[in-house]
Structure formats: structure tokens, C-alpha cells
Nanobody, 126 residues
Framework: QVQLVESGGGLVQAGDSLRLSCAAS????????VGWFRQAPGKEREFVAT????????QYADFVKGRFTISRDNTKNTAYLQMSSLKPEDTAVYYC???????????????????WGQGTQVTVSS
């Protein structure tokens, strides 16, 4: 079992930055790939970014490339999503998730993730 707790959400203005954190406890965090997803009101949950177990590889959704950066610190059992140049359309609940990937692959598929946090609200005003 892996427990995930997100933090760092809030209300910001367009163009501002936020850093979300995902604190993990339980099994060895360093054996898990981590993904960030988001869900806006009335919309399906969508992939945002993912990172391999050691942070060596990342992948992003096209709509956040160049604005968001995913990272992790396995010594702190924490993953991060640095968000900059925020837009009103980035407003959503952001979730982190983890999947056991000891051989280093990440995943962009929601269905493959085993553990989820409770989410943190990000609201971007225009």
C-alpha cells in the first residue's frame, strides 16, 4: 500500500505559479512511477505529467508542455508539480497517483495507476 497526500493548491491569478506536492508513505516510493492528473468540473480526469521511479524520464500532456515541470525527491518520498504561466483553463482538482514500476517505465494511462491521493484544488482567475 502507498498513501499519497497532495498539497499546495490554491487560488491564483492568470500568469502566476504554484508548486504542488505529493507526499508518499507506505511501500518504497522509489519503486513507483508517479503521475499527476486533473479533473475540471463536468469533465473527465485527464493526464498531466508523469515521471519514472528515479526521475530520469518524464512525459507531459501537450497542453502543459513548457509550463509545468514534474520532479521528485525520493529521499523525501515526495513528488512535485511546478506550474507556471497558469491559465484559467488550468482550473481543476489535481491528483497525484503512483504505480509500481521497479523497471523504470512511467505511464500516461489513468487505468494503470494503483494508488491515488485525495486531490488538491487549483483555481486560476482571469
Amino acid at each position: 500500500q502507498v498513501q499519497l497526500v497532495e498539497s499546495g493548491g490554491g487560488l491564483v491569478q492568470a500568469g502566476d505559479s504554484l508548486r504542488l506536492s505529493c507526499a508518499a508513505s507506505g511501500h518504497t516510493f522509489s519503486s513507483y512511477a508517479v503521475g499527476w492528473f486533473r479533473q475540471a468540473p463536468g469533465k473527465e480526469r485527464e493526464f498531466v505529467a508523469t515521471i519514472t521511479k528515479n526521475g530520469g524520464s518524464t512525459q507531459y500532456a501537450d497542453f502543459v508542455k513548457g509550463r509545468f515541470t514534474i520532479s521528485r525527491d525520493n529521499t523525501k518520498n515526495t513528488a512535485y508539480l511546478q506550474m507556471s504561466s497558469l491559465k484559467p483553463e488550468d482550473t481543476a482538482v489535481y491528483y497525484c497517483a503512483a504505480v509500481f514500476r521497479p523497471y523504470g517505465l512511467y505511464s500516461v494511462r489513468i487505468s494503470e495507476y494503483e494508488y491515488w491521493g485525495q486531490g488538491t484544488q487549483v483555481t486560476v482567475s482571469s
